[in-house]
């Protein structure tokens, strides 16, 4: 994790990540900024989530419960489809998580941007959801 207000997942060197970054919160809403990055790709787009539903972080989670592999994608989407995030099971115990980032006008697509990260399915999954969790959390609960 980088500042308390920012979270980088992948980004080891000639690799692509996905950066979260505290934008603002109330009682309901937290809304984040994701940046997806990668060789020639830097974009942005803000996703609100609710401080209190687990998402993303209950997701991966999820992925790391079941470490030992599964069959096809799993999903997970922000309210808005702002954010998604489809993980599949690769060799050697890693999932691949493809981020993508989607900026929508009355239904339609405007513009998307992808990145792929490459995590291990156990330990570093498991730490994944929680760095996500205390982020969200961060970002409601400021020092």
Same mark, same amino acid.
Request: glycine content about 10%; charged content about 20%; hydrophobic content about 45%.
């Given at each position: 994790?980088?500042?308390? %207000?920012? *979270? ?11 950066? *979260?970054?505290? #934008? ?13 990055? #990668?060789?020639? *790709? ?10 209190? #539903? %687990? %998402? *993303? ?5 999820e992925l790391a ?10 999903t997970w989407s ?7 995030? !489809? /993980? /599949? ?10 981020? !993508? ?7 339609? +697509?405007?513009?998307?941007? +992808? ?8 330990? +570093?999954? !498991? ?9 969200? !959390?961060? /970002?409601?609960?400021?020092?």
């Amino acid at each position: 994790m980088g500042d308390s %207000g920012e *979270l980088i997942i992948g980004g080891r060197p000639g690799a692509a990540s996905l950066t *979260l970054t505290h #934008d603002n919160a109330d009682d309901y809403v937290t809304t984040i900024i994701a940046t997806a990055n #990668d060789a020639g *790709l830097n974009a942005s787009i803000r996703v609100a989530t609710s401080p209190g #539903d %687990g %998402g *993303l972080s209950a997701f991966l989670g999820e992925l790391a419960e079941n470490f030992r592999s599964w069959e096809g994608t799993r999903t997970w989407s922000s309210w808005g489809r702002e954010l998604t995030a !489809s /993980a /599949a099971f690769r060799s050697r115990g890693h999932v691949a998580i493809t981020w !993508s980032l989607t900026r929508r006008f009355a239904e339609e +697509e405007e513009w998307r941007a +992808e990145v792929t990260t490459v995590i291990e399915a156990g330990a +570093e999954m !498991s730490a994944l959801a929680s760095e996500v969790a205390a982020f969200i !959390s961060a /970002a409601t609960d400021p020092a």
